[in-house]
């Protein structure tokens, strides 16, 4: 993903084309070039200019908030911040293992934010290069990816949303490999057979994917592999697509030069001397870069069908404003009105080169937000009505993400991811910001791992007590699943996601929140919880010491939805108590009296 988004960070100016696809601009962190994995999600704005209008745009200009998250299990926390302040996902599957089992969590997270996917089906190189599978098993493994990719979107489908399925027919699907730098949907090719041919693109397209095979000798598109007079036909796609793509790869990869060569004259790309002198996969590399380039496949699939803030609030505001639907937030929101009230969710907190302080990342729901403007900044605990978690300040700076850097900026309207200076100190992780006096909540994130593994720690040298007291604050802002606490016993506790989250966590509380003193930590301990599981056979009996009053009791397990509705929230024990037993006895049948 992060090789990926090198492409359109290049495409965008900001990094130079040699570099593309081993700088991974987005893992700012030291650990991350080490591990080679990315940890913190990282957002960079990119501006583009395209050369030929798009369909159904006016401008050629182009703003994309463009979040790089990673796809570790342990940092799926990351994935949920950032899946909130977005209207769309690339979901990127590799080709050679298909679709694991965290792709069908973050496919998952996304249909719970109404976020629509697009695909891509990512190191294709790897098929052709160490698989050495024909077209025709090429295509089997795609087909199949994209079927279970399908088969998971389905299952969570939102009835708001519509059918969000991706088809290669459709443009919702791109092929490509990160790491060379190219890729391509099928909007590509039918463009360029398209103009060379005389057909229409669109009829061309849809030939392009499934069961379509042509026949050269009546000049038609047949249903069925074999031709009128029995010869064994190639489906459209490896015929029009593959094809070309693994001649290139063979006669490069071969060192057949007399080959390749004239192919890039019939391709029309031109290498320049120094180019020409390379061979091998170097060449492979520059020579797919020229002919198919993933940034414009990418930009374009993002361009044509990922939705545009103004498109996108409208069915998304219902999941993340808590408040009434007709209120001046709600509608600031539903219209995505840049005039409207202010309304901004921050999602995460991201440390600044300045020790201890964070800029509050998120994006602005509604209105516009200015440097130096006086905002309520709710917490989520924030009762609309009360003082609790609310505080109402000036925001000192608002600043663009850019990567390792930031821009700063004027105002930001809505639609935009923005980071802002002076927040940091009255919220902890993330929370509601605005302008309107009636403003609800924007609803709270829901992650997909809770922190179960454990480690207990303390300073060696208990001088530093404070430190690690003043450490663990700001750790706990730093990660959004990350919980520091102290246990009866005095101890303190760091508890994480998984090994390598903790890992990771502990490395931070120690060189950067802590200066580098030293810590002791315990083994990681992950903690067990015990639950009924079914009715119990005995009934127990207890006396009072009196001997005049006998108590029976039995356990049984609750109905399967109510656990449910005690996590989300519905049915909690700071209830009104009528209401409650109102609740539970109009929907899961109980008796009343039991329920109060």
């Not at 000049?219 to 489906?235: N, Y």
């Not at 901004?344 to 800029?359: A, E, L, N, Q």
Request: charged share 25%; with cysteine.
């Amino acid at each position: 993903k992060s090789t990926l988004t090198d492409s359109l960070v290049c495409r965008a100016g900001i990094i130079a084309n040699a570099k593309a696809g081993e700088a991974r601009y987005t893992d700012s962190r030291q650990d991350e070039q080490e591990r080679g994995i990315t940890i913190k999600s990282t957002g960079v704005s990119l501006f583009y200019e395209v050369d030929e209008a798009i369909p159904g745009h006016e401008s050629k200009q182009f703003l994309i908030n463009l979040i790089d998250s990673p796809g570790h299990v342990d940092f799926s926390s990351e994935v949920t911040a950032a899946l909130r302040v977005t209207d769309g996902a690339l979901v990127v599957v590799d080709c050679v293992e298909g679709v694991c089992v965290q792709t069908e969590t973050v496919l998952r997270q996304a249909l719970g934010e109404r976020i629509k996917p697009v695909l891509m089906i990512n190191k294709v190189d790897r098929v052709i290069l160490e698989l050495q599978q024909d077209m025709e098993e090429a295509y089997q493994s795609f087909a199949r990816t994209i079927e279970s990719a399908n088969a998971i979107i389905s299952t969570y489908r939102d009835e708001l949303l519509g059918d969000v399925q991706v088809y290669p027919q459709k443009g919702t699907v791109a092929f490509g490999s990160g790491l060379h730098g190219w890729g391509f949907t099928l909007n590509k090719f039918a463009g360029m057979y398209a103009s060379k041919f005389g057909v229409e693109k669109s009829k061309l397209m849809e030939r392009l994917w499934g069961d379509n095979y042509f026949d050269a000798e009546s000049k038609k598109w047949v249903k069925s592999p074999v031709s009128a007079s029995g010869k064994v036909l190639q489906r459209g796609f490896c015929q029009f697509i593959m094809d070309p793509i693994y001649k290139l790869f063979q006669g490069i990869m071969n060192g057949e030069k007399a080959k390749y060569e004239k192919m890039l004259v019939a391709l029309k790309i031109n290498l320049s001397s120094e180019e020409k002198e390379e061979t091998g996969k170097n060449l492979l590399k520059i020579v797919m870069k020229k002919f198919l380039p993933a940034a414009d496949a990418l930009l374009e699939m993002i361009i044509l069908h990922l939705p545009s803030p103004a498109v996108a609030q409208r069915y998304r505001v219902e999941n993340l404003y808590e408040g009434p639907q007709d209120d001046e937030c709600a509608m600031s929101i539903r219209n995505c009105d840049p005039n409207g009230a202010l309304m901004m969710y921050v999602s995460k907190m991201v440390p600044t080169s300045d020790k201890g302080r964070f800029y509050a990342f998120g994006r602005v729901f509604g209105g516009t937000i200015r440097t130096g403007q006086k905002v309520r900044i709710m917490g989520p605990n924030y009762i609309p009505g009360k003082k609790d978690d609310l505080y109402i300040k000036a925001i000192q700076r608002t600043v663009l993400m850019m990567g390792r850097y930031v821009e700063p900026i004027e105002d930001v309207p809505v639609g935009n991811t923005v980071g802002l200076v002076g927040v940091d100190q009255y919220l902890v992780k993330s929370g509601t910001i605005t302008t309107s006096e009636v403003a609800h909540n924007i609803r709270v994130m829901k992650f997909s791992v809770s922190p179960v593994v454990r480690v207990a720690v303390e300073p060696k040298n208990p001088a530093d007590l404070p430190k690690l007291v003043e450490g663990l604050k700001r750790l706990s802002k730093s990660d959004p699943c990350v919980q520091c606490y102290i246990e009866e016993s005095g101890e303190h506790i760091v508890a994480g996601a998984g090994e390598l989250h903790l890992e990771i966590c502990l490395k931070d509380l120690q060189e950067e929140y802590m200066s580098g003193a030293e810590l002791k930590t315990s083994d990681p301990v992950v903690s067990f919880r015990e639950t009924v599981a079914a009715e119990s056979e005995i009934t127990c009996l207890s006396k009072s010491p009196n001997k005049h009053n006998r108590l029976f009791c039995k356990a049984e397990p609750l109905e399967e939805g109510l656990s449910e509705d005690i996590e989300n929230g519905k049915c909690t024990s700071k209830d009104d108590p009528k209401n409650r037993a109102r609740f539970l006895a109009d929907t899961y049948n109980w008796d009343v009296t039991d329920a109060r």
